[in-house]
T-cell receptor
Framework: SQQGEEDPQALSIQEGENATMNCSYKTSINNLQWYRQNSGRGLVHLILIRSNEREKHSGRLRVTLDTSKKSSSLLITASRAADTASYFCATDGGGGNKLTFGTGTQLKVEL | GAGVSQSPSNKVTEKGKDVELRCDPISGHTALYWYRQRLGQGLEFLIYFQGNSAPDKSGLPSDRFSAERTGESVSTLTIQRTQQEDSAVYLC???????????FGPGTRLTVL
């Protein structure tokens, strides 16, 4: 089964609004990562947050991590049409193992 | 520097034929991964290479699937006797170490008629 599960599966917002996506996982982790995918091809790494961190920022992105709840959220502020993509979380399983990806949230930002 | 490259970008084949997909990772990356992504779905892990260790093949869906990697360089994913359900985008990624940021190639879109 998938280690990470994103919620919601799909999200549609207006340009300028904020978008929040959530990820839940099952086992302990060393780090959690968020990726973006455009047009069903290669993924692009957005941000990595380690298990001893609670919040991390990168530009318009804010990621939080709650290890007690085994959950993370990705916030995109002041969204743009170009943010339209699928967003995936990925976890490492805590033992230096391979990353396991969730099923993704499809974000659509409308003008 | 160059990113992860994959070839071919698109492959159309007939059911029952064998196909070979290639991945060139970023130089110096010890870890290499293959994923499969069916239309509208998430990434499905197939196989993971880490340095000279035995690969993690736990995600390969059947014995028709196999992959090789020579040292820390090129990897080849082979699908024998292709079936229509093998149609998907096959993504390759590499990372410096096994749990680090992954860099993805553009993928190979496989269509089995």
């Amino acid at each position: 089964s998938q280690q990470g599960e994103e919620d919601p599966q799909a999200l549609s917002i207006q340009e300028g609004e904020n978008a929040t996506m959530n990820c839940s996982y099952k086992t302990s982790i060393n780090n959690l990562q968020w990726y973006r995918q455009n047009s069903g091809r290669g993924l692009v790494h957005l941000i990595l947050i380690r298990s001893n961190e609670r919040e991390k920022h990168s530009g318009r992105l804010r990621v939080t991590l709650d290890t007690s709840k085994k959950s993370s959220s990705l916030l995109i502020t002041a969204s743009r049409a170009a943010d339209t993509a699928s967003y995936f979380c990925a976890t490492d399983g805590g033992g230096g193992n391979k990353l396991t990806f969730g099923t993704g949230t499809q974000l659509k930002v409308e003008l | 520097g160059a990113g992860v490259s994959q070839s071919p970008s698109n492959k159309v084949t007939e059911k029952g034929k064998d196909v070979e997909l290639r991945c060139d990772p970023i130089s110096g990356h010890t870890a290499l991964y293959w994923y499969r992504q069916r239309l509208g779905q998430g990434l499905e892990f197939l196989i993971y290479f880490q340095g000279n260790s035995a690969p993690d093949k736990s995600g390969l869906p059947s014995d028709r699937f196999s992959a090789e990697r020579t040292g820390e360089s090129v990897s080849t994913l082979t699908i024998q006797r292709t079936q229509q359900e093998d149609s998907a985008v096959y993504l390759c990624a590499s990372s410096l170490v096994g749990w680090d940021e992954q860099f993805f190639g553009p993928g190979t879109r496989l269509t089995v008629l």
